[in-house]
C-alpha cells in the first residue's frame, strides 16, 4: 500500500461517481477498500478540496509581530544570542524559547545556521572507488 496522490484520488472518485464497483478501484490502485470509503467520505464532507494533499507535522508556532522585532533590535543593537534574547524576554514577560528566537534570527540573516545542530542523514549511499 502506499500514498495515493490528488490525482488519483479524484480518480477514484470520479470511477465511484460513474458507479463503478469499489472493489474494482481498489484492485486497480492497489489500496483496501477502506481507503476508498474514507476518500469518498472527505469527499462528502469537504468536496474536492478535502482530496488535496495537506501538509503533515506540526504547524509553526506564529510569534507576535511586536516580539519579532523587539528580538532583532536586540540583535542588531548588542549582538546578543538567541539564549541571552530568551532571557532578557524571559525578565520582560515574554515567554519565547531560544530555539523560536534562533529560527528568527536564521530567516533574517542575521545568523549562520549551526551546521551541527541539524539532522544528520539517516542512510548514506557507499559506492566502492573505481578501479
Not at 511586536?66 to 541571552?84: S, W
Amino acid at each position: 500500500m502506499y500514498k495515493l496522490n490528488f490525482k488519483k484520488r479524484t480518480w477514484i472518485v470520479n470511477q465511484i461517481l460513474k458507479g463503478v464497483p469499489r472493489v474494482k478501484i481498489s484492485l486497480a490502485q492497489g489500496v483496501s477498500d477502506r481507503t476508498i470509503r474514507s476518500i469518498m467520505q472527505s469527499y462528502k464532507e469537504f468536496g474536492w478540496n478535502g482530496l488535496k494533499d495537506h501538509k503533515t507535522g506540526r504547524s509553526e508556532t506564529i510569534l507576535n509581530q511586536n516580539a519579532v522585532i523587539l528580538i532583532l533590535d536586540l540583535r542588531k543593537r548588542y549582538q546578543y544570542g538567541a539564549c541571552h534574547i530568551e532571557q532578557i524576554l524571559k525578565q520582560k514577560g515574554f515567554a519565547i524559547s531560544h530555539r523560536q528566537i534562533e529560527k528568527i534570527l536564521v530567516r533574517n540573516g542575521m545568523v549562520t545556521p549551526n551546521v551541527k545542530k541539524q539532522k544528520s542523514r539517516k542512510w548514506v549511499r557507499y559506492e566502492l572507488p573505481n578501479p
